[in-house]
């Protein structure tokens, strides 16, 4: 089936710069996408969703921009804090109540 | 918020035992869903279920099994447990609208099967 990933493995940020993480997906069709925050020894927690008729979508101190041109995701966090160290991972989705599909997750260290 | 509470964070089992995780969510959601999460691997969809007493297969179900006797309560069943189910399960659920967006998950239970 198609995929899901993420461009790099770990990421360190220094505490208060702000973070990118990038995910690229390979399904031309896919009309949703959401990204999840996964703490050590909890269940992922859901960030924020974007559609695909959307190109821009802000949170409290996230963004996520989808570019559908070249089929790629990112999440961008301002002012990153030692709260932000986590496995962060991008999911997709396809037309109609096809199934989510997840990356497998980026590391993101914050260096106080 | 959404609670999806998940009856046990880590449990252990030896080998032929038949387990059971219990996972409970407190927003009268339609749809819930087992996931197992291995380190490479990402999460892998076990079963889901859409209503009461319904389930469907996701992509890897061998080896499991589910109930869902009540809307609040999706139970996940190895029948007989081996140690390559050893692995982080998690339980999550969604609004009936959003089958298959904004999951929202529990803390997860650490099975070691030995």
């Known amino acids: 089936g198609e995929s899901v990933g993420l461009h790099l493995p770990t990421l360190s940020v220094q505490e208060g710069d702000n973070s990118i993480i990038n995910c690229a997906y390979s399904?031309?069709?896919?009309?949703?996408f959401i990204w999840y925050k996964q703490e050590s020894g909890k269940g992922p927690q859901f960030i924020i969703d974007i559609r695909s008729n959307m190109d821009k979508r802000q949170g409290q101190r996230v963004t996520v921009l989808l570019n559908k041109t070249v089929k790629h995701l990112s999440l961008q966090i301002a002012a990153t804090q030692p709260g932000d160290s986590a496995v962060y991972f991008c999911a997709e989705k396809g037309w109609g109540n096809n199934r989510l599909a997840f990356g497998k997750g980026n590391q993101v260290v914050v260096i106080p | 918020d959404v609670k999806v509470t998940q009856s046990s964070r880590y449990l252990v089992k030896r080998t032929g035992e038949k387990v059971f995780l219990e996972c409970v969510q407190d927003?009268?959601?339609?749809?819930m869903f087992w996931y197992r999460q291995d380190p490479g691997l990402g999460l892998r969809l076990i079963y889901f279920s859409y209503d009461v007493k319904m389930k469907e297969k996701g992509d890897i179900p061998e080896g499991y099994s589910v109930s869902r006797e009540k809307k609040e309560r999706f139970s996940l069943i190895l029948e007989s447990a081996s140690t390559n189910q050893t692995s982080m399960y998690l339980c999550?659920?969604?609004?009936?609208?959003?089958?298959?967006?904004?999951?929202?998950f529990g803390s997860g239970t650490q099975l070691s099967v030995l």
């Open positions: 927003m009268d959601h339609e749809n």
């Open positions: 399904n031309s069709a896919s009309d949703y």
């Open positions: 999550a659920s969604s609004s009936g609208s959003d089958l298959n967006e904004k999951l929202f």
